[in-house]
């Protein structure tokens, strides 16, 4: 069973900056895809950024350009970087993985934007 263990939410100021951690108990090259989702209260988990094996992005359109999705095998660790974040980020954010047929979620991690 695959763990993903998320990390670095909290809450911070429109403009400001965040990053957050997934750690994975496998190595993240193991992984077809790899990636964030965040879910707003009372909104449904949608997909904020991804990253494939060859290391080919993805981004939803609200973020592109703010957030950056990186990841290191060695370290089994992947983060998003979130630049000049404004309130609509607020959410619980979610690492998730896929491989082969297997999907696994993390836990979550709380982030908060005050206007």
């Known amino acids: 069973q695959v763990q ?3 990390s ?12 957050l ?14 990636g964030w989702y965040r879910q707003a209260p009372g909104k449904e ?18 973020v592109k350009g703010r ?3 990186s990841r290191d095998d060695a370290k089994n660790t992947v983060w998003l970087q979130m630049n ?3 309130p609509e980020d607020t959410a619980v954010y979610y ?4 491989r082969w047929s297997s999907s696994n979620w993390g836990q979550g991690t709380q982030v908060t934007v005050s206007s």
């Open 4 to 6: 993903l263990v998320e």
């Open 8 to 19: 670095g939410g909290g809450l911070v100021q429109a403009g400001g900056s965040l990053r």
């Open 21 to 34: 951690s997934c750690a994975a108990s496998i190595s993240t090259f193991s992984f077809d895809v790899i």
């Open 45 to 62: 988990r949608d997909l904020v950024a991804e990253m494939s094996r060859g290391g080919n992005t993805r981004y939803v359109d609200s």
């Open 67 to 69: 957030f950056t999705i």
């Open 84 to 86: 000049d974040l404004k």
């Open 95 to 98: 690492c998730h993985s896929r």
